[in-house]
């Protein structure tokens, strides 16, 4: 009875919360704030998988005799404390993590991650709009990026580096306002022909809102921050463009704002980074997908 | 700011996302182990070795360009080998190389340096990757597998006395009940193997996820920015963040890519050292060999590593 508990119905058992916690992230959409898009049917064949592991091992009996054999050679599978210690470590965490998980990092990991303000380090990835500092005028043979309304492609625009045709390829929000991203506004400081692009223009953005301690000689800046994210959320990383305001924003470290502002791109440190002279801060729910790819 | 606080909302996201993102893997790994176990013969997992050693242990450490496995499933897969006849040297050629000397590694890697001299960083990365495999291989040619293997696994290899068929190994008795099995009992045994394998392992994997989800949300690492100025140094720190941070070896160049103020011998002692060594390998290779050969070879890659970057950043100047 006691091998039968170990063999068959603990494994089976395990297999099945893993399986539930995969499919149950993959279908419910939670799996968006963990694994970028291409990632994400990993976890539904994965969970699928186990699912049918999980069943072979409960519904076929003589499958789950491993362990039995003295010359087993799973490690801790061969000691009763090693047997109940190895379902606990498979079980709790995976419980707990998926109990409690929220969909978005809290201050103190941001900041412990550090914040990049330049796009020096980042790669550009599809989910930014924007040809990347080392595709754009440098490399003529990187395919365009499609736009949001599927119109003229970015990078045969930024090819024709005119504000005119800018102005048309840049999606605009129903007030009228340039749509942008954050991590859009740090690769277009890093290329002369998209600053052209950007620079005077009035965008709007969202963002979670930061503090800023290292750029704030005046006092009335602050960082516009969103976790840039390249396989999983383990290896995102928080990046942010400054926004100057005149008046303190009516919202809490980390809230969501929305900035509308004019794009400058003043050199400070010898690096040239986009700052946003923000003419409206208004706090907004968070977005679908609070990551950026 | 203080260099230690811990959230466990943090920690659950940043753990949750290694799961997720490495737990298919780990269950693409056990499936091929298992397939191995029940589909495979073992007279056939060493007949395509070439006879001379050295040209064997070069072959193991090219095999991930045509079965290209990440690190963790890797782990999962030279067990399998292992127990069917794999020769142990070649084996752990094959787990050391496969994490790097892959297509995909070296496809990520050109694609996340683009415009910081991909192509020398990723022949780099290649070149490195093989030779390190290869090292580690001619170093335990002579090294007896009780040395190195786990009493159980050691227990499960061919040749040695049984007590009865399990599912977990192949050695005699298994691999004569697999003569006279059919398609459908391949089939349940590639299911039971994998599934014990994926429980094993994945015990060892969640121990490593957790250490390194730990790392990576509750402690400052804006304090290490300062240590990137001395190139030595920094090399010692990249590498000691490739070990805490456990990244997948296909992903790990676009958070080297990121540590701008790091050079890039640094960078390179990172995309090397991380793969074939990290705090989730630690006790994944746990489960296969003996610790002291686990600490050995942690702290000679380390040594090598740390020496070959630091080397090549004052002959190459990155």
């Known amino acids: 009875m006691k091998n039968a508990l170990f063999n068959r119905w603990l494994p089976g058992f395990t297999l099945l919360a893993w399986s539930a916690v995969l499919l149950t992230y993959y279908f419910t959409g939670r799996i968006s704030a963990f694994l970028r898009p291409g990632f994400r049917i990993n976890v539904l064949l994965a969970g699928l998988a186990m699912l049918v592991m999980a069943f072979c091992f409960i519904f076929l009996a003589g499958v789950a005799n491993c362990c039995d054999d003295e010359r087993c050679g799973h490690p801790l599978g061969r000691r009763k404390l090693g047997r109940i210690v190895t379902f606990l470590v498979l079980i709790l965490p995976i419980t707990a993590a998926a109990m409690f998980s929220p969909t978005s990092y809290d201050a103190t990991a941001v900041i412990n991650k550090g914040i990049a303000t330049d796009a020096s380090g980042l790669v550009r990835t599809s989910g930014t709009r924007l040809p990347g500092p080392a595709a754009s005028a440098d490399d003529p043979s990187e395919p365009p990026l499609p736009t949001k309304d599927g119109s003229q492609p970015a990078a045969q625009a930024a090819a024709t580096p005119s504000t005119d045709a800018a102005d048309q390829y840049l999606p605009k929000s129903k007030d009228g306002n340039i749509e942008v991203q954050v991590i859009d506004l740090l690769y277009a400081a890093q290329d002369s ?69 004019k794009v400058t791109f003043p050199v400070e440190g010898g690096r040239t980074i986009p700052v946003l002279e923000a003419t409206k801060v208004q706090q907004v729910d968070p977005p679908e997908e609070t990551m950026l790819y | 700011m203080s260099w230690f606080s811990f959230h466990f909302s943090d920690f659950a996201l940043s753990f949750l996302g290694i799961i997720f993102e490495g737990i298919p893997f780990l269950v693409l790994g056990s499936l091929m182990s298992g397939a191995v176990e029940a589909f495979v013969p073992r007279e056939s997992i060493t007949k395509w070795l070439p006879k001379n050693y050295a040209a064997s242990i070069v072959v193991c450490a090219l095999l991930g360009l045509v079965l290209p496995m990440c690190e963790c499933a890797s782990v999962v897969v030279i067990r399998r080998l292992i127990r069917k006849g794999l020769p142990l040297s070649c084996a752990i050629t094959y787990m050391m190389g496969a994490p790097i000397v892959s297509p995909v590694v070296a496809l990520s890697t050109y694609v996340a340096f683009r415009g910081q001299n991909p192509l020398e960083m990723t022949l780099l990365r290649m070149i490195l990757g093989f030779l390190i495999a290869v090292g580690v291989g001619m170093a335990v040619r002579d090294i007896p597998a009780d040395k190195l293997l786990q009493p159980e696994m050691l227990d499960s290899l061919p040749g040695r006395r049984r007590t009865g068929l399990s599912m977990a190994v192949a050695g005699d008795d298994a691999e004569m009940a697999m003569a006279g099995e059919g398609v459908s009992g391949k089939i349940f045994r590639t299911i039971q193997s994998a599934t014990a394998d994926f429980l094993d392992v994945t015990f060892f994997f969640i121990v490593g996820a957790a250490i390194a989800s730990t790392f990576n949300t509750a402690v400052n690492q804006n304090l290490l920015v300062p240590l990137a100025e001395n190139p030595g140094l920094s090399v010692v720190v990249m590498m000691g963040l490739a070990f805490a941070l456990a990244l997948c070896s296909s992903t790990n160049a676009f958070i080297a890519v990121s540590f701008r103020m790091f050079p890039a011998s640094a960078k390179l002692a990172f995309l090397l050292f991380g793969p074939v060594f990290d705090t989730k390998l630690f006790f994944m290779y746990g489960a296969v060999f003996r610790r002291w050969f686990v600490m050995s070879l942690g702290i000679g890659l380390f040594i090598v590593i740390a020496l070959i970057c630091n080397h090549l950043g004052l002959i190459l100047n990155i």
Not at chain 1, 211 to 219: E, F, K, L, M, R
Not at chain 1, 225 to 241: G, L, V
Not at chain 1, 245 to 250: D, G, H, I, R, T
């Open chain 1, 193 to 261: 022909s998209m600053r052209a692009d950007f620079d005077g223009k009035t965008v709007e953005t969202i963002g979670q809102l930061m503090p800023d301690d290292s750029h704030n000689g005046t006092g009335n800046r602050f960082k516009l921050m969103r976790m840039f994210m390249y396989c999983c959320a383990a290896d995102a990383k928080p990046i942010a463009t400054l926004v100057e305001s005149p008046q303190a924003p009516a919202a809490a470290e980390m809230a969501w704002v929305k900035v509308v502002g």
